[in-house]
T-cell receptor
Framework: DAGVIQSPRHEVTEMGQEVTLRCKPI?????LFWYRQTMMRGLELLIYFNNNVPIDDSGMPEDRFSAKMPNASFSTLKIQPSEPRDSAVYFC???????????FGPGTRLTVL | GQNIDQPTEMTATEGAIVQINCTYQTSGFNGLFWYQQHAGEAPTFLSY????GLEEKGRFSSFLSRSKGYSYLLLKELQMKDSASYLCAGSTYSGNTPLVFGKGTRLSVIA
């Protein structure tokens, strides 16, 4: 299995631009999680999906952030408009029905200038 | 509520033993995970404790005390490549809920 796949791996954009991060979970996994990691705040849960349905988005910082999971093999996290304080590493993770362990993707390092 | 506490940084010498502690307050606590994260990389699974006691896996061991809300990760025969952040995370009984992560302990192994 290829593991959790994220794209792009690096994104540099200017303030005000739209940013879309993509995630492909491990095949057969039914839960998907989006995290943001910074030095100051550590690993923060933004939103998670069970069976493609958003369950808890209370970690999404503002209305500028949105996430979708149109099918079991794909999810997006969108920031519009982006701001410099959104600069962070964004991780996607997935988990199977019979597991407690979460498997992380390689992350997307976002820099907003 | 959910709360995971662990030290921010630790330094240890190559070849030595280091213990990284974690205390937790997690509603509906089920088990405790440890993840390793090298700089610029994703967290990777190290261990999972559900029952009280020590789980040994090579140079790494993890301990859990449910009554005390306490866990530790023990690293033996430290190597330079063990320099990384170590994340403590709690899981709950409530089905497919996310892990609750601590902020991580950054371990530096020095010669």
């Amino acid at each position: 299995d290829a593991g959790v796949i994220q794209s792009p791996r690096h994104e540099v954009t200017e303030m005000g631009q739209e940013v879309t991060l993509r995630c492909k979970p491990i095949s057969g996994h039914n839960s998907l999680f989006w995290y943001r990691q910074t030095m100051m705040r550590g690993l923060e849960l933004l939103i998670y999906f069970n069976n493609n349905v958003p369950i808890d988005d209370s970690g999404m910082p503002e209305d500028r952030f949105s996430a979708k999971m149109p099918n079991a093999s794909f999810s997006t996290l969108k920031i519009q408009p982006s701001e410099p304080r959104d600069s962070a590493v964004y991780f996607c993770a997935s988990r199977g029905r019979d597991y407690n362990e979460q498997f992380f993707g390689p992350g997307t390092r976002l820099t907003v200038l | 509520g959910q709360n995971i506490d662990q030290p921010t940084e630790m330094t240890a010498t190559e070849g030595a033993i280091v213990q990284i502690n974690c205390t937790y307050q997690t509603s509906g606590f089920n088990g405790l995970f440890w993840y390793q994260q090298h700089a610029g990389e994703a967290p990777t699974f190290l261990s999972y404790n559900v029952l009280d006691g020590l789980e040994e896996k090579g140079r790494f061991s993890s301990f859990l005390s449910r009554s005390k809300g306490y866990s530790y990760l023990l690293l033996k025969e430290l190597q330079m490549k063990d320099s990384a952040s170590y994340l403590c995370a709690g899981s709950t009984y409530s089905g497919n809920t996310p892990l609750v992560f601590g902020k991580g302990t950054r371990l530096s192994v020095i010669a």
